[in-house]
Protein backbone atom coordinates (compact mmCIF):
# COMPACT_ATOMS: atom_id res chain seq x y z
CA UNK A 1 0.00 0.00 0.00
CA UNK A 2 1.56 3.51 -1.18
CA UNK A 3 1.79 6.54 1.03
CA UNK A 4 -1.15 8.35 -1.42
CA UNK A 5 -3.40 5.48 -1.19
CA UNK A 6 -3.37 5.28 2.75
CA UNK A 7 -3.58 9.43 2.58
CA UNK A 8 -6.94 8.59 0.14
CA UNK A 9 -8.22 6.56 2.90
CA UNK A 10 -7.28 8.63 5.94
CA UNK A 11 -8.67 11.76 4.02
CA UNK A 12 -11.88 9.98 3.03
CA UNK A 13 -12.58 9.02 6.82
CA UNK A 14 -11.76 12.80 7.72
CA UNK A 15 -14.05 14.21 5.50
CA UNK A 16 -17.15 11.11 6.71
CA UNK A 17 -16.64 12.17 10.42
CA UNK A 18 -16.90 16.38 9.55
CA UNK A 19 -20.12 15.63 7.68
CA UNK A 20 -21.49 13.76 11.18
CA UNK A 21 -20.25 16.88 13.21
CA UNK A 22 -22.13 19.41 10.45
CA UNK A 23 -24.98 17.03 10.82
CA UNK A 24 -25.00 16.69 14.61
CA UNK A 25 -25.08 20.68 14.74
CA UNK A 26 -27.89 21.00 12.79
CA UNK A 27 -29.96 18.29 14.45
CA UNK A 28 -29.62 20.29 17.68
CA UNK A 29 -31.88 23.35 15.61
CA UNK A 30 -33.91 20.86 13.46
CA UNK A 31 -36.13 17.79 13.89
CA UNK A 32 -33.86 14.36 13.41
CA UNK A 33 -35.93 13.24 10.60
CA UNK A 34 -35.61 16.65 8.82
CA UNK A 35 -32.30 16.98 9.50
CA UNK A 36 -31.72 13.33 8.04
CA UNK A 37 -33.38 14.22 5.13
CA UNK A 38 -31.58 16.94 4.32
CA UNK A 39 -28.81 15.66 4.51
CA UNK A 40 -30.07 13.04 1.67
CA UNK A 41 -30.99 15.87 -0.46
CA UNK A 42 -28.02 17.80 -0.88
CA UNK A 43 -26.21 14.66 -0.73
CA UNK A 44 -28.08 13.22 -3.97
CA UNK A 45 -27.84 16.71 -5.65
CA UNK A 46 -23.92 16.81 -5.02
CA UNK A 47 -23.90 12.32 -6.26
CA UNK A 48 -25.90 14.04 -9.71
CA UNK A 49 -23.41 16.33 -10.51
CA UNK A 50 -20.71 13.78 -9.87
CA UNK A 51 -22.66 11.22 -12.00
CA UNK A 52 -23.35 13.81 -14.99
CA UNK A 53 -19.56 14.37 -14.84
CA UNK A 54 -18.52 11.50 -14.54
CA UNK A 55 -20.78 10.07 -17.04
CA UNK A 56 -20.47 5.91 -15.87
CA UNK A 57 -21.66 3.56 -18.35
CA UNK A 58 -25.91 2.57 -17.04
CA UNK A 59 -26.55 0.32 -14.47
CA UNK A 60 -26.94 -3.29 -15.13
CA UNK A 61 -29.98 -5.09 -14.50
CA UNK A 62 -28.03 -7.10 -11.70
CA UNK A 63 -26.48 -3.69 -10.36
CA UNK A 64 -30.09 -1.81 -10.23
CA UNK A 65 -31.71 -4.69 -8.22
CA UNK A 66 -28.31 -4.49 -6.22
CA UNK A 67 -28.71 -0.89 -5.56
CA UNK A 68 -32.13 -0.28 -4.93
CA UNK A 69 -31.87 -3.14 -2.29
CA UNK A 70 -29.43 -1.23 -0.43
CA UNK A 71 -31.84 1.83 -0.11
CA UNK A 72 -33.63 0.74 2.92
CA UNK A 73 -31.00 -0.29 4.86
CA UNK A 74 -29.14 2.83 4.28
CA UNK A 75 -31.92 4.80 6.04
CA UNK A 76 -31.66 2.38 8.59
CA UNK A 77 -28.26 2.89 9.07
CA UNK A 78 -27.93 6.28 8.43
CA UNK A 79 -31.03 6.99 10.39
CA UNK A 80 -29.87 4.95 13.75
CA UNK A 81 -26.18 6.33 13.68
CA UNK A 82 -27.18 9.65 13.53
CA UNK A 83 -30.09 9.39 16.28
CA UNK A 84 -27.22 7.73 18.48
CA UNK A 85 -25.02 11.15 17.68
CA UNK A 86 -27.27 13.12 18.64
CA UNK A 87 -27.87 11.75 22.27
CA UNK A 88 -24.10 10.57 22.66
CA UNK A 89 -20.84 12.22 22.00
CA UNK A 90 -19.53 12.03 18.70
CA UNK A 91 -16.37 10.04 19.45
CA UNK A 92 -18.51 7.34 21.66
CA UNK A 93 -21.05 7.21 18.82
CA UNK A 94 -18.30 7.00 15.98
CA UNK A 95 -16.22 4.31 18.16
CA UNK A 96 -19.41 1.96 18.64
CA UNK A 97 -19.73 1.65 14.82
CA UNK A 98 -16.23 0.70 14.85
CA UNK A 99 -17.87 -2.98 15.91
CA UNK A 100 -19.11 -2.85 12.17
CA UNK A 101 -16.19 -5.44 10.84
CA UNK A 102 -16.91 -7.79 13.36
CA UNK A 103 -21.00 -7.98 12.54
CA UNK A 104 -19.37 -8.37 8.74
CA UNK A 105 -17.40 -11.53 9.78
CA UNK A 106 -20.16 -13.05 11.79
CA UNK A 107 -22.62 -12.21 8.77
CA UNK A 108 -20.69 -13.31 6.08
CA UNK A 109 -20.54 -16.78 7.83
CA UNK A 110 -24.81 -17.25 8.51
CA UNK A 111 -25.25 -15.56 4.85
CA UNK A 112 -22.27 -16.55 2.51
CA UNK A 113 -21.45 -19.52 4.39
CA UNK A 114 -17.70 -18.08 5.02
CA UNK A 115 -15.48 -20.08 7.83
CA UNK A 116 -16.41 -18.61 11.16
CA UNK A 117 -13.24 -19.58 13.21
CA UNK A 118 -12.06 -18.94 16.50
CA UNK A 119 -10.29 -15.64 15.72
CA UNK A 120 -14.33 -14.22 15.07
CA UNK A 121 -15.56 -15.65 18.26
CA UNK A 122 -12.29 -13.89 20.24
CA UNK A 123 -12.83 -10.86 18.23
CA UNK A 124 -16.68 -10.87 19.32
CA UNK A 125 -15.27 -10.90 22.94
CA UNK A 126 -13.40 -8.01 23.10
CA UNK A 127 -15.45 -5.96 21.00
CA UNK A 128 -19.14 -6.73 23.58
CA UNK A 129 -16.47 -6.08 26.32
CA UNK A 130 -14.87 -2.99 24.89
CA UNK A 131 -18.81 -1.94 24.79
CA UNK A 132 -19.52 -2.50 28.14
CA UNK A 133 -16.51 -0.58 29.41
CA UNK A 134 -17.52 2.17 27.42
CA UNK A 135 -21.20 2.39 27.69
CA UNK A 136 -21.18 1.71 31.51
CA UNK A 137 -21.18 5.23 32.95
CA UNK A 138 -23.41 6.11 30.08
CA UNK A 139 -25.83 3.67 31.59
CA UNK A 140 -26.27 4.94 35.13
CA UNK A 141 -28.95 7.43 34.35
CA UNK A 142 -26.75 10.38 34.00
CA UNK A 143 -27.17 11.15 30.60
CA UNK A 144 -31.25 11.13 29.50
CA UNK A 145 -31.47 9.32 26.69
CA UNK A 146 -28.01 7.44 26.50
CA UNK A 147 -29.18 3.75 26.77
CA UNK A 148 -31.54 4.51 23.34
CA UNK A 149 -28.07 6.22 21.98
CA UNK A 150 -26.28 3.28 22.81
CA UNK A 151 -28.48 0.63 21.28
CA UNK A 152 -29.53 2.93 18.14
CA UNK A 153 -25.58 2.83 17.86
CA UNK A 154 -25.34 -0.50 17.68
CA UNK A 155 -28.01 -0.98 15.66
CA UNK A 156 -26.22 0.82 13.11
CA UNK A 157 -23.19 -1.34 13.43
CA UNK A 158 -25.52 -4.25 12.86
CA UNK A 159 -27.23 -2.81 9.41
CA UNK A 160 -24.12 -1.26 8.46
CA UNK A 161 -22.85 -4.78 8.47
CA UNK A 162 -25.84 -6.51 6.35
CA UNK A 163 -25.15 -3.19 3.96
CA UNK A 164 -21.67 -4.01 3.36
CA UNK A 165 -22.71 -8.06 2.33
CA UNK A 166 -24.98 -6.54 -0.43
CA UNK A 167 -22.37 -3.77 -1.41
CA UNK A 168 -19.80 -6.51 -1.64
CA UNK A 169 -22.08 -7.92 -4.84
CA UNK A 170 -22.01 -4.90 -7.03
CA UNK A 171 -19.00 -2.81 -6.01
CA UNK A 172 -16.70 -4.77 -8.10
CA UNK A 173 -18.75 -4.34 -11.19
CA UNK A 174 -20.53 -0.73 -10.73
CA UNK A 175 -18.85 2.64 -11.22
CA UNK A 176 -18.60 4.34 -7.62
CA UNK A 177 -20.79 7.57 -8.67
CA UNK A 178 -23.63 5.19 -8.96
CA UNK A 179 -23.35 3.67 -5.89
CA UNK A 180 -22.92 6.95 -4.16
CA UNK A 181 -26.00 8.68 -6.22
CA UNK A 182 -28.34 5.70 -5.61
CA UNK A 183 -27.23 6.07 -1.64
CA UNK A 184 -28.21 9.90 -1.35
CA UNK A 185 -31.16 9.73 -3.92
CA UNK A 186 -33.02 6.82 -2.79
CA UNK A 187 -32.77 7.72 1.02
CA UNK A 188 -34.13 10.87 -0.17
CA UNK A 189 -37.25 9.88 -1.91
CA UNK A 190 -37.72 7.22 0.85
CA UNK A 191 -37.69 9.90 4.01
CA UNK A 192 -39.17 13.13 1.61
CA UNK A 193 -43.15 12.22 2.99
CA UNK A 194 -41.72 12.27 7.30
CA UNK A 195 -39.87 14.65 6.54
CA UNK A 196 -42.30 17.04 5.06
CA UNK A 197 -44.88 16.55 8.25
CA UNK A 198 -41.90 17.70 10.50
CA UNK A 199 -40.88 20.43 8.13
CA UNK A 200 -39.71 23.70 9.34
CA UNK A 201 -38.65 26.75 8.18
CA UNK A 202 -35.16 27.21 7.31
CA UNK A 203 -32.72 29.91 7.12
CA UNK A 204 -29.74 30.18 3.66
CA UNK A 205 -26.94 29.16 6.03
CA UNK A 206 -29.43 26.00 7.07
CA UNK A 207 -29.42 24.97 3.33
CA UNK A 208 -25.69 25.86 3.14
CA UNK A 209 -24.67 23.90 6.43
CA UNK A 210 -26.00 20.89 4.70
CA UNK A 211 -25.16 21.31 1.26
CA UNK A 212 -21.72 21.39 3.04
CA UNK A 213 -22.93 18.25 4.46
CA UNK A 214 -23.65 16.21 1.41
CA UNK A 215 -20.66 17.51 -0.19
CA UNK A 216 -18.68 16.35 2.40
CA UNK A 217 -20.63 12.94 2.21
CA UNK A 218 -20.04 12.42 -1.30
CA UNK A 219 -16.63 13.61 -1.22
CA UNK A 220 -15.29 11.18 1.40
CA UNK A 221 -16.84 8.00 0.03
CA UNK A 222 -15.84 8.74 -3.67
CA UNK A 223 -12.33 9.16 -1.47
CA UNK A 224 -12.84 6.12 0.48
CA UNK A 225 -14.19 4.02 -2.67
CA UNK A 226 -11.12 5.45 -4.98
CA UNK A 227 -8.39 4.22 -2.25
CA UNK A 228 -10.22 0.85 -1.67
CA UNK A 229 -9.60 0.23 -5.75
CA UNK A 230 -5.89 0.22 -4.62
CA UNK A 231 -5.85 -1.59 -1.78
CA UNK A 232 -7.30 -5.02 0.10
CA UNK A 233 -9.14 -3.93 2.63
CA UNK A 234 -7.48 -5.47 4.93
CA UNK A 235 -4.94 -3.45 4.83
CA UNK A 236 -6.65 -0.29 4.97
CA UNK A 237 -9.37 -1.15 7.91
CA UNK A 238 -6.80 -0.15 9.95
CA UNK A 239 -7.05 3.95 8.97
CA UNK A 240 -10.78 3.35 10.09
CA UNK A 241 -10.08 4.02 13.35
CA UNK A 242 -8.70 7.52 13.05
CA UNK A 243 -12.30 8.54 12.83
CA UNK A 244 -12.19 8.34 16.75
CA UNK A 245 -9.18 11.35 16.64
CA UNK A 246 -11.40 13.16 14.62
CA UNK A 247 -14.60 12.54 16.31
CA UNK A 248 -12.49 13.49 19.56
CA UNK A 249 -11.26 16.92 18.22
CA UNK A 250 -14.19 17.80 16.47
CA UNK A 251 -16.36 16.84 19.18
CA UNK A 252 -14.64 19.14 22.00
CA UNK A 253 -13.84 21.71 19.51
CA UNK A 254 -17.66 22.61 18.06
CA UNK A 255 -19.66 20.82 20.73
CA UNK A 256 -17.50 21.29 24.48
CA UNK A 257 -17.40 17.41 24.58
CA UNK A 258 -15.06 15.83 26.77
CA UNK A 259 -15.04 11.63 26.23
CA UNK A 260 -15.08 9.77 29.71
CA UNK A 261 -11.44 8.00 30.04
CA UNK A 262 -13.48 4.46 29.27
CA UNK A 263 -14.56 5.17 26.08
CA UNK A 264 -10.56 5.42 25.11
CA UNK A 265 -10.85 2.16 27.01
CA UNK A 266 -13.46 0.25 25.62
CA UNK A 267 -12.00 1.99 21.77
CA UNK A 268 -9.12 -0.28 22.16
CA UNK A 269 -10.77 -3.82 23.32
CA UNK A 270 -13.13 -2.71 19.63
CA UNK A 271 -10.46 -1.73 17.61
CA UNK A 272 -8.45 -4.97 19.21
CA UNK A 273 -11.37 -7.22 17.86
CA UNK A 274 -12.45 -5.75 14.69
CA UNK A 275 -8.35 -5.29 13.91
CA UNK A 276 -8.18 -9.17 14.20
CA UNK A 277 -11.28 -10.09 12.11
CA UNK A 278 -9.82 -7.85 9.31
CA UNK A 279 -6.50 -10.07 10.00
CA UNK A 280 -7.52 -13.24 9.47
Known sequence: MTLSVAFRAALGIALLTAMDAVIKGQMQQHPFIVALFMRFVMGGICALVVLAVARPPRPTQASLIGNLARIPLVVLTAGS???????????EALTL???????????GGLLLKEKIDKRILQALGFGIAGMLVMVWPRLQGHVSGAGLG????????????FNLILLRRIALREHPAVIVA?????PALCL????????????PTDC??????GALG??????LTSAYARAAASRLAPIDYTALIWASLLGFLVFGEVPLYTTYAGALLIV????????R
Open 81 to 91: FFYSVSVLPLA
Open 97 to 107: SFLAPVFVALL
Open 150 to 161: VAAALFSAVSYA
Open 182 to 186: FQNVG
Open 192 to 203: AIPAALAFVPMT
Open 208 to 213: AAYLFA
Open 218 to 223: VAGHLT
Open 272 to 279: AGAAAVSR
